[in-house]
């Protein structure tokens, strides 16, 4: 499976977070998958350590190198694709994750309901 994980499961992953869930966890794991952390995730995060409403650990940037993950960038073709989704949510960056994962053909993996409402392209797991 082609895996895109949603902003909030890339954190826990890094952090060992219980609010992981046991599922999500063993998808992420699994060698047979290939994992992608979007440029969007990481744009994300930082624009919210910079607003105060993110802390990360000292190690984020090493722990996430450290990571066996694909990195995914955004291109504008992608972009092009949220004016076709349909509003199930606002929240930008969740949007932009959906309409990559779809110009992908990846499998969005979250654990957000909204996120979930956009097809079966994404995963909700619990």
């Known amino acids: 499976m082609r895996i895109l994980l949603d902003t909030h499961l890339f954190l826990w992953w890094l952090s060992d977070s219980p609010s992981l869930p046991v599922p999500a966890r063993a998808l992420i794991a699994d060698p047979e998958n290939t994992v992608f952390v979007s440029a969007v995730s990481h744009w994300e995060i930082w624009l919210k350590v910079s607003l105060g409403k993110l ?39 969740d949007r932009m994750l959906a309409a990559q994962a779809q110009a992908e053909n990846l499998t969005l993996l979250t654990a957000d309901d909204r996120v979930a409402a956009y097809g079966d392209f994404v995963r909700l797991i619990r």
């Open 55 to 93: 802390s990360l650990p000292a190690d984020f940037e090493k722990r996430t190198a450290e990571e066996s993950f694909e990195s995914l960038p955004l291109t504008a073709a992608q972009t092009r694709r949220v004016a076709l989704l349909p509003w199930h949510h606002r929240d930008p960056f």
